[in-house]
């Protein structure tokens, strides 16, 4: 995370670039680690940020089970937090944060992508 937010800074990005990219990290990193593997296996999770020169395009992929985040169910948000049942916050966050969420999986491995515009 330190890494990407001194890269982001070096380069100037846009906030709004810089947020969604430290969440999309934290959040499919993380999604990643606790529920993609259920061995010990050595496994590998790529991630790709590009800066363009109308916004930026983050990618992750990995090894794990078959996940397709656009298929999970949007979290109710009109119901009173202590009856919204746990989980899928921070997919719904980059669904709506970003302009475009892609999934595919190709050679057994999952690749997400998001796309953002920082310019109107």
Known sequence: MDQLSCWLE????APSAAYLSTLALEELVTNCIKYGYDDQSEHVIQV???LL??????????DGHPFNPLEQVEPDMNL??????????GLHL?????????????NGRNRVTLHKKTTA
């Open 48 to 50: 790709q940020v590009e």
């Open 53 to 62: 020169p109308d916004g930026m395009t983050i990618v992750v992929e990995d």
């Open 94 to 106: 980059l669904r709506k944060l970003s302009d475009q969420m892609d999934y595919a999986w190709k």
């Open 80 to 89: 009173p937090i202590e009856e919204r049942p746990i989980g899928c916050l």
């Open 10 to 13: 070096e380069r100037q990005a």
